[in-house]
């Protein structure tokens, strides 16, 4: 049996369980995302007996690690069918919902990197000057992949209508 719409037929909306699936996954995911990011961080200089020069090349491997691992989990949730809830197919709907609710109530889970990676840029600086510009940047790419790159692999993933 074929469950395809004959043409003029719209697909039907998304039901709320599948939307509250949809960003219950993509919200754990990137909460797991920035955890893990900011328990590296935190561990690193524990872990390292070197400045943060030394480190710096190691919390930028680690970080791509934990993005692939991030992109990998939101790809294969994206098209795992939940026994309750079925499947979650792409619309505009759920590709909306999935940048819109996600990223509110994730985002503010970057945070705590934020002022790890604030204490980094002063670390070994002169009072109150940053020297390490590039703990900030790694925030930002960190945060863009978050926000932006995570929902996205996540939707292009998703399963299809037809």
Do not use: N
Request: proline letters at 6%; glycine letters at 6%; charged letters at 15%.
């Amino acid at each position: 049996m074929v469950d395809e719409l004959s043409v003029g037929e719209r697909p039907p909306l998304p039901r709320q369980k599948t939307l509250a699936l949809l960003v219950g996954r993509v919200t754990t995911i990137k909460l797991a995302y920035w955890a893990a990011l900011t328990l590296i961080e935190l561990a690193l200089p524990r872990v390292l007996d070197r400045g943060f020069t030394e480190r710096f090349p190691l919390s930028i491997a680690l970080a791509a690690v934990i993005t692939l691992i991030a992109l990998a989990w939101a790809r294969w949730q994206a098209r795992v069918v939940d026994r309750r809830a079925g499947g979650i197919e792409r619309g505009l709907a759920t590709i909306a919902t999935t940048f819109v609710a996600a990223s509110v109530v994730a985002s503010p889970a970057s945070l705590p990197l934020l002022l790890v990676e604030r204490a980094r840029s002063l670390e070994g600086c002169a009072p109150g000057i940053t020297c390490h510009l590039e703990a900030i940047l790694l925030w930002v790419a960190l945060f863009a992949v978050g926000f932006v790159l995570i929902p996205a692999v996540f939707a292009v993933s998703l399963r299809t209508t037809r």
